[in-house]
């Protein structure tokens, strides 16, 4: 597609996407009629207001901002299946996490777990810059290898963390690392927003620097582009907001492999377009996907890790075989 056709199909994707947002808390195992919700005292009101929006809104956020992750680590290593769980950043605020569940912290309050996984995808992160800086420079090759051995290592922490954890800390664990969006406090998606939004403007604000650094880091330098500065700038935004999204919602898998894929697919390659459509396309994906969660097996419910690893798992070999095929990767 065009950059000029692309531009054009953005206003119609972001409203499907908000229609998609503005349906979900009426759908579920029983729909709820939109003449209920502005009955005062009535349990359907209640339902929606206090339970289906905020969970919407909660995996909207979640979704875009895994979106843009996946997107931003695809191109800074100039690979479609880069993800932020095979860099070692969700696994790493997966281990903050579970150290704070395991630990019994309860002084934090609700900012808890919040704060226990962004420590886990700090240290992660420096541990992935320091081992590529001790190779000399900043090559996204040792970079990716990096952060590929330090997932490995901080997933099997994790295991180790549930094997010495109570049973009833151990199936708390194992149910938080299936994903989950039920019970968030309005604060904590407050906070949740404010990450995923601000992270998007400085992603969108770098949209031509990422444009460059795709084509190759030497066109890049000699367009004035400071390389080292944007990688890392780049790797430290994504790594936030997909650690703040980690700790309130669980590791949710494939978002940031599918979305910003295809994406690309229908709209091309300008990162300026890329962003907007990435987010809302994102958000909506997994707004969707919690739909699914919540209605397949009612009134049971999924856990929306399983859906969107049910939609990856095909959708990863699907590119796998394409960048194959066509001997390329971005």
């Excluded at 860099?87 to 150290?99: D, F, K, M, N």
């Excluded at 969006?181 to 404010?194: K, Y």
């Amino acid at each position: 597609m065009t950059a000029q056709r692309a531009r054009a199909a953005l206003p119609a994707l972001v409203l499907v996407s908000l229609a998609a947002v503005g349906l979900s808390p009426f759908l579920g195992a029983e729909v709820i009629p939109l003449k209920a919700i502005s009955v005062y005292g009535d349990p359907e009101a209640g339902v929606f207001w206090s339970l289906r929006v905020p969970r919407a809104f909660a995996a909207f956020f979640s979704g875009a901002g895994l979106a843009l992750g996946g997107m931003v680590f695809q191109a800074l290593f100039r690979n479609p299946l880069a993800t932020p769980f095979t860099l070692g950043v969700a696994s790493g605020s997966a281990l903050g996490a579970s150290v704070y569940f395991w630990l019994g912290i309860s002084f934090l309050g609700g900012a808890g777990p919040l704060g226990s996984a962004l420590l886990g995808a700090a240290l992660s992160m420096a541990l992935v810059y320091l081992a590529t800086r001790s190779q000399g420079g900043l090559s996204t090759s040792v970079m990716l290898l990096a952060g590929v051995i330090v997932n490995f290592f901080f997933s099997s922490l994790v295991l180790f963390i549930q094997y010495l954890s109570s049973s009833t800390d151990s199936l708390r664990i194992m149910g938080w690392l299936m994903g989950s969006l039920v019970g968030l406090e309005t604060a904590r998606l407050a906070d949740l927003g404010f990450i995923v939004v601000a992270g998007a403007g400085a992603i969108l604000a770098m949209a031509p620097e990422i444009d460059l650094l795709v084509a190759g880091e030497e066109l890049a330098a000699s367009r004035g582009v400071e390389v080292k500065r944007a990688k890392l700038l780049l790797f430290a935004v994504a790594s936030v907001m997909v650690g703040a999204i980690v700790s309130l919602a669980g590791p949710i898998g494939f978002v940031g492999l599918m979305v910003p894929q295809a994406a690309r697919w229908f709209l091309g390659w300008s990162h300026r377009t890329l962003t907007v459509a990435v987010f809302f396309m994102g958000g909506a994906f997994l707004v969707a996907a919690d739909l699914l969660a919540r209605v397949i097996l009612a009134p049971a419910e999924i856990p929306i890790g399983v859906v969107t690893a049910l939609a990856g798992g095909p959708f990863f070999l699907l590119t796998l075989f394409s960048v194959r095929r066509k001997g390329q990767l971005l």
